[in-house]
């Protein structure tokens, strides 16, 4: 029922800059959260950064100070600004949405998940 289309991955310097962009289309009524998860081979996926539908942010301790998250409900994106990036910053990174849905008759929720994009921190 909707898709995230995750852009921005690429290959970048240590102490470089990335812009994420996830943005959502397809059926839906309202986004809720929107985050930011990472993951490297063999490790679990991590939250990176979350922010609420009214704008509230939190952020892992890995990233804080560093990474900013944002989000246009007008254009159904959310953004993830990576500055001072790290080596140990390199990960495949996933955009997640919790949704609410609209029947025609009741509302429920969902989430979904994009297809993930590659980071890659190298000199």
């Known amino acids: 029922q909707v898709q995230l289309a995750e852009s921005g991955g690429g290959l970048v310097q240590p102490g470089g800059s990335l812009r994420l962009s996830c943005a959502a289309s397809?059926?839906?009524?309202?986004?809720?959260?929107m985050a930011w998860f990472r993951q490297t081979p063999g490790k679990r996926r991590e939250l990176v950064a979350r922010?609420?539908?009214?704008?509230?942010?939190n952020y892992g301790d890995s990233v804080q100070g560093r990474f900013t998250i944002s989000r246009d409900n007008a254009k159904s994106t959310v953004y993830l600004q990576m500055n001072s990036l790290k080596p140990e910053d390199t990960a495949v990174y996933y955009c997640?949405?919790?949704?609410?849905?609209?029947?025609?008759?009741?509302?429920?929720?969902?989430?979904?998940w994009g297809q993930g994009t590659q980071v890659t921190v190298s000199s």
């Open positions: 922010i609420t539908a009214t704008g509230n942010t």
């Open positions: 397809g059926s839906f009524f309202r986004l809720n959260t």
């Open positions: 997640y949405a919790d949704l609410q849905y609209y029947s025609g008759t009741s509302y429920y929720t969902g989430d979904s």
